[in-house]
């Protein structure tokens, strides 16, 4: 079945490592996107990138760093100098237009700094 | 200014029974699209429903309907025979612009709970 795929679903890190979490899409989309969701809000933008090779700083998208080499992936390196790491992170896809701009959810990674 | 505004936390509701979860929004765009939201607690984030700024009609999807107030910049989600499973998170979002790689912002979200 088609879907994307985040990977590690939890994720311990101590101060001052980095951090990559997997993002993977079979679905063909062109454009991927990374949000962050801290307890009692919403979802905000880190990274998106609409193409391969391509991508284009979010809200809030100091301390990460993304790449975008292959179609298929969007990895996400949360790094030391990310001063709140601890969150829920979810990773998102999204077909070309014209479409109504749908967004397509991973299953998301929680990452807890200790 | 907040591009989505969501006032309600917390909604509680009885099984069976109709929920409205409001949204507001902000933009100048002419063109835009408001989505609907569902996070169950196990964190996924699932589409419920659409409504481009260009639609006449109101968006219906099943139990799912959007009522599409653009002159107050409303677009307030109906939940219809509202059942235990509907208990989630919800969260309003807007895409400016025309579609391609635009960028969606999202609300803080309502959490309902529904009853027995």
């Known amino acids: 079945d088609g879907g994307i795929t985040q990977s590690p679903k939890y994720l311990f890190r101590k101060e001052g490592q980095n951090v990559t979490l997997s993002c993977e899409q079979n679905?063909?989309?062109?454009?991927m996107y990374w949000y962050r969701q801290d307890p009692g809000q919403g979802l905000r933008l880190i990274y998106y990138?609409?193409?391969?090779?391509?991508?284009q700083k979010g809200d809030i998208a100091e301390g990460y760093s993304v790449s975008r080499e292959k179609k298929e992936s969007f990895p996400l390196t949360v790094t030391s100098a990310q001063k709140n790491p601890t969150a829920f992170y979810l990773c998102a896809s999204k077909m070309g237009a014209p479409n109504t701009g749908e967004l397509f959810f991973g299953e998301g990674s929680r990452l807890t700094v200790l | 200014a907040q591009k989505i505004t969501q006032t309600q936390p917390g909604m509680f509701v009885q099984e069976k029974e109709a929920v409205t979860l409001d949204c507001t929004y902000d933009t100048s765009d002419q063109s835009y699209g408001l989505f609907w939201y569902k996070q169950p607690s196990s964190g996924e984030m699932i589409f419920l429903i659409y409504?481009?700024?260009?639609?006449?009609q109101n968006a219906t999807e099943g139990r799912y309907s959007l009522n599409f107030q653009k002159a107050r910049k409303s677009a307030n989600l109906v939940i219809s025979a509202s059942q235990l499973g509907d208990s989630a998170m919800y969260f309003c979002?807007?895409?400016?612009?025309?579609?391609?790689?635009?960028?969606?912002?999202f609300g803080t979200g309502t959490q309902l709970k529904v009853e027995l």
């Open positions: 409504q481009g700024s260009y639609d006449e």
């Open positions: 679905l063909n989309h062109d454009a």
């Open positions: 979002a807007m895409r400016e612009g025309q579609g391609g790689g635009n960028k969606l912002t």
């Open positions: 990138s609409q193409i391969v090779n391509d991508f």
